[in-house]
Each structure stands twice: as C-alpha cells, then as structure tokens.
C-alpha cells in the first residue's frame, strides 16, 4: 500500500518531509515532486533499493541515474574533483535544473555510474526536494517517475498511473509545472558536451561556459 503525504510545495511541513526521509532510510522508494516532474528517490549507497528502482522503470541497467545534493560539502563527497567550469555552472544556474556530470568518487555505486566513471548531480530549486536531501543528510537518486520510454509524472496521478501501489511513498506537492527536464552536461574532463538539452537552454550553457 503507498502512502501519500501531502506536503506545501512552498513551505515544506518539517514533520511531514521526516517521514519522507524515513523511508529513504529504510531502503524504500519515494516518489517527490521537483523543479522539472516527479521524480524517484532512493538512498544512493543501497544497492538493494537502487536495484528496486531500476526494476519499477523498467530502465536499461546499462542507463545512468543522478543524484540530487543539498549543498557544496555534500556534493564533494560524491566527486573526485570540482573543475573549474563547473564551478561557474553551478554559481550560474544551481539551485535549477542543470545536471552536472562529474567524476565519481569511490563511494558512488557503479550501478548508478554504469561503469562510466561519472556521475550527474544536481541541487533542485524546488523546496521538498531540497527539504528532502538536506534532512537526509546524504544525495538521494533523482530520476522521473515513469516507466522508462513514457512521459514524465507533472503530479500524482500520473505517478499512481504508472506504478499503481509498488511505490512505498509518495509525497504529493501539487502539479508541476510542465518542463523539459533538466539540461545534462559533462563537464568531468574540463571540456564541455552537452548531453541532453532541457529547461537551460543550450546557448546559455555555452555561454556561461565560454566565459570562463
């Protein structure tokens, strides 16, 4: 059975955002709402949850899945070195949605870097997921609430639509607005692709990029 938690989108009840982070803690899956669509998230070091998250998407296992932040020391856990460039990204455009690709540190599961050696992070400008990861205290996945190949989720039906009671959590932050996704770019090797373009547009990135 999933349990809903309806939570303000503005102003996150902090009682409510606790349970939410419980059943990250316990190796569930939650469904939260972002600046983009709904997302998934599970505690990045649990295998077995990453495993279950895979398995509800029906994601190719060869398919890498980021990782949300709350800040600058959480995020230099997770990667081997911040470049330079990357830096004038995230001064630019986090909290947003732009993911960063970076290298990944030792204590990132490979099956969340597919081997690549990389990983994508972000910090959302939406305050549940924010509330969310900083009262966790550790980066939890971020990836869209569908079954891989559909449509992303703008609200809560679409989730239940989509997985009907699998998921153990959902925290109902009202309709997002519709978006593109978060622009990806890797930026690891102090070069810049951009991986997929998305609510950033492109020429700001390589702008932002440039100025450097």
Known sequence: MTEILHIHPRAPEEDLIEQAVDFLRNGHVVAYPTETFYGLGVDFSNERAIKRLYELKRRDQGLPIALLVADMPMLAHCVTAIPDPARLMMRRFWPGPLTICFSAAETISRSLTT?????????????????????????????????????????????????????DCIVDGGECIASRGSTVIDIADETMAIIREGAVPSDDVIKCFQQG
Not at 134 to 163: D, K
């Open 115 to 167: 081997n690549t050696g990389k990983i994508g992070i972000r910090i959302s400008s939406h305050p549940i997921a924010t509330a969310m990861v900083r009262q966790f205290g550790r980066p939890m996945t971020t990836t869209s609430a569908n079954l891989s190949g559909y449509p992303p989720s703008l609200e809560v039906r679409h989730v239940r639509r989509y997985f009907q009671d699998r998921i």
